[in-house]
T-cell receptor
Framework: QKEVEQDPGPLSVPEGAIVSLNCTYS??????FMWYRQYSRKGPELLMY????GNKEDGRFTAQVDKSSKYISLFIRDSQPSDSATYLC?????????FGSGTKLNVKP | KAGVTQTPRYLIKTRGQQVTLSCSPI?????VSWYQQTPGQGLQFLFE???????NKGNFPGRFSGRQFSNSRSEMNVSTLELGDSALYLC??????????????FGPGTRLTVT
């Protein structure tokens, strides 16, 4: 079992929709959780990170961590075609990162 | 601040050859990690270097090796290339200390094709 599991999608939504991307993890020792966005043929770009449980908001993006259920979520409000990319979640503990396999998102104009 | 840079960006090699990839981290970052990304396996951790020492290692064969120099620049070497080594190789840097280690930034990657 991988330490971080993520539905690969693809997830296709119309422009303006609210997108919910989710991951589950198995390692209770994770201290931080990250979301990366990766456009085709590019390196992953750090979108947001959160410490422990709770929400963190940055513009149209909200990251949520529920440590009791070991669930990580990323919400994208008012989704745009430019949000079309693969989104990777990750857990971090003691200098090691554990990545999910990524969810491919397609926002249709 | 300049981002993480990787050279070369594209590489085509023949099975059995060896290859060296280079990574320059963000200025001030002392930790450099290497990842292999393939459509089937996703992002897989190869190893991490901090202050010229390998601090963490993934589950890859000994054909994959790396090193870090005193200026934090890092190289990764793959010997006796196999077709299955075709992948996007990503380098990522972070401060490497407890505070800030979780902020990891990736380079654009080197796309290696083995024929």
């Amino acid at each position: 079992q991988k330490e971080v599991e993520q539905d690969p999608g693809p997830l296709s939504v119309p422009e303006g929709a609210i997108v919910s991307l989710n991951c589950t993890y198995s390692n209770s020792a994770f201290q931080y959780f990250m979301w990366y966005r990766q456009y085709s043929r590019k390196g992953p770009e750090l979108l947001m990170y959160t410490y422990s449980s709770g929400n963190k908001e940055d513009g149209r993006f909200t990251a949520q961590v529920d440590k009791s259920s070991k669930y990580i979520s990323l919400f994208i409000r008012d989704s745009q075609p430019s949000d079309s990319a693969t989104y990777l979640c990750a857990g971090y503990n003691f200098n090691k990162f554990y990545f999910g396999s990524g969810t491919k998102l397609n926002v249709k104009p | 601040k300049a981002g993480v840079t990787q050279t070369p960006r594209y590489l085509i090699k023949t099975r059995g050859q060896q290859v060296t990839l280079s990574c320059s981290p963000i200025s001030g970052h002392r930790s450099v990690s290497w990842y292999q990304q393939t459509p089937g396996q996703g992002l897989q951790f190869l190893f991490e270097y901090f202050s010229e020492t390998q601090r963490n290692k993934g589950n890859f064969p000994g054909r994959f090796s790396g090193r870090q120099f005193s200026n934090s620049r890092s190289e990764m070497n793959v010997s006796t290339l196999e077709l299955g080594d075709s992948a996007l190789y990503l380098c990522a840097s972070s401060q490497g200390r407890l505070a800030g280690s979780y902020e990891q930034y990736f380079g654009p990657g080197t796309r290696l094709t083995v024929t």
